[in-house]
């Protein structure tokens, strides 16, 4: 069992935008905001698209966001499009375990 | 441009010590910053991270594997060498090697190598 929650599923229409909740503890989420967000279509390696909570490396889209309230940090994305149809996890420091992800949510676009 | 690569025996048998290495390119473990991780995926489960090392060689591992992990490095030769003792069937899964994201606060992972799986049989 993932230390961090993460809904199985996640579905929307193109265009629209879904938010990807990420529970955690107040070992984690709650007190850093070190939290990152990949994705990851199948077959394939991970994407990071979001670091520190809030932050976007170079090259990622605006249209991902990241933010956090309380002790569950939120993707959000906005105008979606086929090709976000992947898994997304998010990860976090905690002072328990130096890192832990969460159990992975599933895109779906209708 | 960073490119991480691992390689390691696609099948282990149980009880055995699976070594993956990991060749990368385009940075240094011994530059101020830098670091690698091992982070592993069994089919269709999620990501679960194992171990870190620094440039400075600090470690980290995974409370749960701690005392079946190591990992070490070779400046040199652009390596980081993880080894996992006491092979069991539920440790059958993809294994990446990754680099440590430098302009964060905190480990985030931008550069990942293709993977590895192992499947752990007799």
């Known amino acids: 069992q993932s230390a961090l929650t993460q809904p199985a599923s996640v579905s929307g229409s193109p265009g629209q935008s879904i938010t990807i909740s990420c529970t955690g503890t107040?070992?984690?989420?709650?007190?850093?905001?070190?939290v990152s967000w990949y994705q990851q279509h199948p077959g394939k390696a991970p994407r990071l698209l979001i670091y520190d909570v809030t932050n976007r490396p170079s090259g990622i889209s605006n249209r991902f966001s990241g933010s956090k309230s309380g002790n569950t940090a939120s993707l959000t994305i906005s105008g979606l499009q086929t090709e976000d149809e992947a898994d997304y996890y998010c990860s976090s420091y905690t002072n328990i375990n130096p890192l832990v992800f969460g159990g992975g949510t599933k895109v779906t676009v209708l | 441009q960073i490119t991480l690569k691992e390689s390691g025996p696609p099948v282990v048998e149980p009880t055995q010590t699976l070594t993956l290495t990991c060749n990368f390119s385009?940075?240094?473990?011994?530059?101020?910053?830098?670091?690698v991780a091992w982070i592993r995926q069994p089919p269709g489960e999620a990501l679960e991270w194992l171990a870190l090392?620094?440039?400075?060689?600090?470690?980290r591992f995974s409370p749960s594997l701690k005392s079946r992990l190591s990992i070490t490095r070779d400046i040199s030769r652009n390596q980081v060498v993880l080894t996992l003792a006491n092979m069991d069937t539920v440790d059958t899964a993809t294994y990446f090697c990754?680099?440590?994201?430098?302009?964060?606060?905190?480990?985030?992972?931008?550069?990942w190598g293709q993977g590895t799986m192992v499947t752990v049989t007799s």
């Open positions: 990754v680099h440590r994201y430098l302009y964060g606060n905190f480990d985030a992972f931008d550069i």
């Open positions: 385009g940075f240094s473990l011994g530059t101020s910053g830098e670091g």
């Open positions: 107040s070992s984690d989420i709650l007190f850093y905001k070190y």
């Open positions: 090392i620094y440039w400075d060689d600090d470690k």
